[in-house]
């Protein structure tokens, strides 16, 4: 190792170790992230701080304080307790966004559970595969819930012993271990002592997306909020009396990492909405709730662009101070609607269910360039690694990974091994586990450029970029060209197979309201694509779908689209894109 290197390894740890000397640590030793999420803001004063606002379909608000969210935990890590639940069990959530739910999550983590939140859309067989997986012990769900998702599998979930029912409707279960939530959380005491936790003990297990493939379950640890509040202080921007808003549901990553222990261990308040996305609606929530900042996705923002300004039409966003997207790329004319329409920067961030945290980001200050995902945040050293024509990783006559040579090469994006959030386990797959690290590395899968100024410029997925006459074409770039069109919505681009070249550019356009297909239409966006890219990189096809096939976390499925294309799946597009 050079005296840089180590000079450099020296001042990501000291940074982590200022995190977490930010952190309280267990009175009982150790680090818990429920304590330093709730309880922490208690002993220092802050009890009557909202830390929630869910906002129901209809009817009130319902507002938590940090008190009353303390106070709601215990009981919850108490009645595992008298369930005889032990330490390092596996607790389930499957539950639309309502308090229950937070308050289990925050009260199993008390009680030195893991928890893994399922995304309340999955059917039972989604359901059944991660939670037999997981040997989940716990479940908390709906009694509707229940019925439609897990009656049907439940024989095939043998570890499953305690079923909680949030709401009303466990007395209509026939089934064993079934509980009501409510019923237990009135007899069990709201004053708990939370263990000394290790900060390597599990913490949550997610699962990824299913972009490109079966989800994998990343193991995390309760050391991971000290990424979590250091990135939701320096990439969020969060501070004392912010009022937050992130869009994602908890079933995914975005929606704990940062629905959750980012914005409560930076003691802000919280907004939950429990409905749906319906943009006319959306705008009126940062109004209203004099949302300053806000973390969403580049699916939701390109809904919002589709349904015009007339859905923000006599909206004032003044008081949003700070906007971040992540989950997928964020095309440059997302990034200019936003300013132009909306007056505001979005800040795009990067990173995955692996890491845990934020990687690489805008971070507030840093000029925007449209189209980067910025550069890697404090603490997180990065470099691009090289592959071959094949796609294979290149690896030097010793064996080792080789750095990209110049800057705007291409190379998959590596960070340097260890930070606190980064997964300690896949589940039940060690061997693809350790096939993601080496000489020191964490290999994302993702293709990147970097600029002479150290921004990051996403160039696709490992799997999803395309070989087409010696080039390598990253969908996303050429995505992001065709969304420049004002009749284009939203747009997803494959490589067809090819005797000549390899793979021929293909893409998928879904039209903005008012637009109808045309062979003009295709022409224009032909040519719009040859001008602004080149022969070599522009579609030479354009298929025109209804809608375009989307994971329920709302990315685009470019491997549907290929799978249709080569004839492996058949049907309209918007009804095969759901993780399997
Ligand atoms: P799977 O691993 O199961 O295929 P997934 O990779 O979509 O699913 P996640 O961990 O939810 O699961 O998503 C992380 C991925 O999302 C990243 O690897 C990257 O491909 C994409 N992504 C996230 N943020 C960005 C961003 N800002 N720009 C471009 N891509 C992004
Ligand atoms: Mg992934």
């Known amino acids: 190792m050079s005296a840089v290197e180590r000079d450099d390894r020296q001042s990501r740890e000291r940074h982590w170790q200022e995190a977490r000397d930010r952190l309280d640590g267990l009175p009982a030793g150790g680090l818990n992230i429920a304590y330093e999420a709730v309880d922490r803001h208690v002993v220092h004063g802050d009890g009557d701080t909202l830390a929630f606002r869910f906002l129901g379909e209809d009817g009130p608000p319902e507002d938590i304080t940090y008190r009353q969210l303390s106070e709601r935990t215990s009981r919850f890590a108490n009645l595992l307790a008298d369930l005889a639940v032990p330490a390092g069990s596996l607790v389930f959530t499957l539950s639309g966004r309502n308090p229950d739910l937070y308050v289990a999550m925050l009260g199993a983590l008390k009680a030195c559970c893991g928890v893994s939140p399922l995304f309340s859309a999955f059917g039972p067989e989604p359901v059944r595969q991660r939670m037999a997986a997981g040997h989940g012990r716990v479940l908390v769900t709906t009694a509707s819930a229940y019925r439609q998702k897990v009656a049907p599998v439940r024989d095939q979930l043998p570890d499953l012993e305690h079923v909680l029912v949030i709401g009303a409707g466990a007395d209509t279960l026939d089934a064993p271990g079934v509980h009501d939530l409510a019923a237990l959380m009135e007899r069990s005491s709201k004053d708990y002592e939370i263990p000394r936790t290790d900060p390597e003990d599990i913490a949550f297990v997610h699962f990824t997306s299913g972009t490109t493939g079966m989800p994998k379950g990343a193991v995390h640890v309760h050391a991971a909020c000290v990424a979590h509040s250091a990135t939701g202080r320096s990439v969020l921007d969060l501070q004392r009396g912010d009022i937050y808003w992130c869009t994602a549901d908890p079933g995914w990553v975005t929606g704990t990492s940062y629905g959750l222990v980012a914005p409560l261990t930076c003691g802000v308040t919280c907004i939950v909405d429990e409905a749906e996305f319906d943009a006319v609606r959306w705008y009126g929530i940062l109004e209203d709730e004099h949302v300053s900042v806000w973390y969403t996705a580049p699916t939701a923002l390109r809904m919002l662009m589709k349904a015009g300004p007339a859905a923000h039409e006599g909206s004032d966003l003044g008081g949003v101070r700070h906007v971040c997207s992540v989950g997928e790329p964020l095309n440059p004319e997302v990034v200019l609607w936003g300013q132009r329409e909306l007056g505001l920067d979005i800040h795009d961030t990067w990173w995955q269910t692996e890491t845990g945290a934020i990687m690489i980001a805008n971070v507030p200050g840093l000029q925007i360039r449209p189209g980067s995902m910025g550069r890697p945040v404090a603490g997180i050293e990065i470099a691009l690694m090289q592959r071959d024509a094949g796609g294979e990783r290149l690896r030097d006559a010793e064996g080792r990974l080789v750095p990209v040579a110049g800057f705007g090469d291409e190379g998959e994006i590596a960070i340097r091994t260890p930070w606190p959030s980064l997964m300690r386990a896949y589940l039940g797959a060690p061997d693809r586990y350790a096939s993601c690290f080496a000489d020191g590395w964490y290999l994302s899968g993702d293709l990147a450029r970097r600029d002479e100024d150290g921004y990051v410029w996403f160039v696709g997925r490992g799997d999803d970029v395309i070989k087409s006459a010696g080039h390598l074409i990253g969908p996303f770039e050429v995505e992001s060209v065709l969304m420049e069109h004002p009749a284009v919505a939203e747009a997803g681009v494959i490589g067809v197979p090819d005797p000549t070249v390899g793979e021929l550019v293909k893409a998928f356009v879904e039209l903005k309201g008012g637009f109808a297909p045309s062979e003009d239409l295709r022409r224009d966006l032909i040519a719009l694509g040859r001008r602004r890219l080149g022969a070599a990189v522009a579609p030479r096809s354009i298929e025109f779908a209804a809608h ?33």
């Open 548 to 580: 375009l096939p989307l994971t329920q976390s709302g990315k685009i499925m470019r491997r549907v689209l290929k799978a249709r294309e080569l004839g492996l799946l058949e049907g309209d597009l918007s009804t095969l894109g759901s993780t399997p």
